[in-house]
């Protein structure tokens, strides 16, 4: 049986995009018999815990160095490792790589450095990277469960909106895009994600106008569903993103960190979703593009089905396929012997660092 580590982080300030995606690779591995263990600082996050905890995915503290990552592997018997990361430095897959131990890193666009033996970068209209673009888009299985088998047609009735914008919602999000709704003036009943109390208590006191209902929630497990009910999604542009186009939802999205702005803007110039704007500055033009998506059933048809067409949920099976088959290389290069001895390796690591 092969095991698999993945080394992703989550965080209050830097969301729970990557260990969402990881999530999903690591569902997919362990429904072929591959054993994963998370190596992660979590940041606190009980979401992003709630996670791993709720799959049985194994968690263990994220290592300081390359040194520590190094005896990780050698301690768990890892065959291969997964980096999904903006901030851990280059020279952790780079030890890991010199040990021989399969690397393949998850990127947007920039790698950041980082040394693997093959690199995903799941964007849209993505290059260099050996599994580029939607095709390896990760979902996760609740995702990938609902999508329909043909994108939906709009109905005319008052438009069913959810709004949500990360694990954390890091930027509040949330009480800006609540503003933008009401200020359309037209009718809908939206389900709102706030991150956290302060969030909630914003958004409590919003005071929508006739025939609009806000009705506010926690962060839960459930968003899946509501989403696959939603006639409308708001949220922020990000991993999230692919998730709405999979399930073929009509989309308004915001951008809010510069690493959002390449996703943006391809996504909204193909039409596969509607553009707000940038946090903070939304105003006017994000309340015209929000009243012609809550008052037109057709608008919203079109955007559906068109982002139905963009991802086909394969993407975690793809990537699977290509992870499985580096390490069967490289077991191979090794006469079947394995790698060697990670632990070797570490105290040589440290004797040089």
């Known amino acids: 049986?092969?095991?698999?580590?993945?080394?992703?982080?989550?965080?209050?300030?830097?969301?729970?995009?990557?260990?969402?995606?990881?999530?999903?690779?690591?569902?997919?591995?362990?429904?072929?018999?591959?054993?994963?263990?998370?190596?992660?600082?979590?940041?606190?996050?009980?979401?992003?815990?709630q996670q791993l905890s709720t799959r049985g995915l194994a968690w263990h503290p994220a290592p300081y160095d390359p040194v520590g990552l190094l005896a990780a592997v050698d301690r768990l018997g890892l065959d291969a490792l997964v980096i999904d990361s903006y901030t851990l430095p280059p020279a952790h897959s780079t030890a890991l790589r010199a040990a021989g131990v399969p690397v393949l890193a998850i990127v947007d666009g920039d790698p950041r450095g980082q040394s693997a033996d093959l690199y995903v970068d799941q964007n849209l209209d993505a290059t260099g990277a050996e599994l580029a673009g939607l095709d390896y888009a990760l979902l996760r299985r609740s995702i990938r469960d609902l999508r329909p088998p043909a994108p939906r047609p709009a109905h005319a009735g008052v438009p069913r909106v959810v709004a949500f914008f990360g694990g954390t919602d890091a930027y509040g999000a949330a009480p800006v895009v609540s503003r933008l709704l009401i200020r359309t003036g037209a009718a809908f009943t939206a389900t709102v994600i706030a991150a956290n109390n302060e969030l909630r208590a914003a958004l409590t006191a919003l005071r929508p106008g006739?025939?609009?209902?806000?009705?506010?929630?926690?962060?839960?497990?459930?968003?899946?569903?509501?989403?696959?009910?939603?006639?409308?999604?708001?949220?922020?542009?990000?991993?999230?993103?692919?998730?709405?186009?999979?399930?073929?939802?009509?989309?308004?999205?915001?951008?809010?960190?510069?690493?959002?702005?390449?996703?943006?803007?391809?996504?909204?110039?193909?039409g596969l979703a509607a553009g707000l704007g940038h946090l903070p500055q939304l105003g006017d033009e994000a309340v015209e593009v929000l009243h012609g998506l809550l008052t037109r059933p057709d608008q919203r048809t079109?955007?559906?089905?068109?982002?139905?067409?963009?991802?086909?949920?394969?993407?975690?099976?793809?990537?699977s396929d290509a992870l499985l088959a580096l390490m069967d290389r490289r077991l191979l290069d090794h006469g079947g012997l394995g790698r060697g001895d990670a632990g070797a390796d570490a105290e040589a690591v440290g004797e040089h660092a």
């Not at 990881?22 to 072929?32: D, K, Q, S």
Request: glycine share 10%.
């Open 302 to 319: 079109a955007l559906a089905a068109r982002a139905w067409s963009a991802v086909d949920g394969l993407g975690t099976a793809r990537v």
């Open 210 to 270: 006739a025939g609009q209902q806000l009705d506010i929630i926690g962060p839960t497990d459930q968003l899946p569903e509501l989403l696959a009910d939603a006639d409308l999604v708001l949220s922020a542009s990000g991993t999230s993103t692919w998730e709405l186009l999979c399930l073929g939802l009509p989309a308004a999205l915001v951008r809010v960190v510069d690493n959002q702005i390449p996703g943006y803007d391809r996504t909204t110039a193909r």
């Open 1 to 49: 049986m092969s095991t698999v580590g993945i080394r992703c982080d989550a965080g209050p300030r830097t969301g729970v995009g990557h260990l969402v995606r990881c999530v999903a690779l690591a569902e997919e591995l362990t429904a072929r018999g591959v054993t994963v263990h998370f190596l992660s600082d979590l940041g606190g996050v009980a979401w992003a815990e």
